[in-house]
């Protein structure tokens, strides 16, 4: 027996995110997260093995932040658009 789903026919407004499949920003921000990712990587790989200051650790946790953010927004997009 099929039991149905509590949110069966609950849909979600993601317009705050992106205002369809179609979005432009989604592509951008998805170039974003490569490029910005590619950046990191080489700029803190081996970051601990130069003993940083913790402003430059500070530094790279912010930048990090940024990714995790728009990284956040195209997963909760991608997740809540099934």
Sequence with gaps: MHTP???QGVYWDLTDIYQGL???QIEA??????TGSEIFSKTY???FARQPSAE???TALVELERLYQKLSLLGAYAGLRT
């Design 45 to 47: 790989r081996g970051l």
């Design 56 to 58: 430059v650790i500070r």
């Design 29 to 34: 921000d998805l170039q974003a997260c490569r």
């Design 5 to 7: 789903s509590s949110a």
């Design 22 to 24: 179609d979005d432009p």
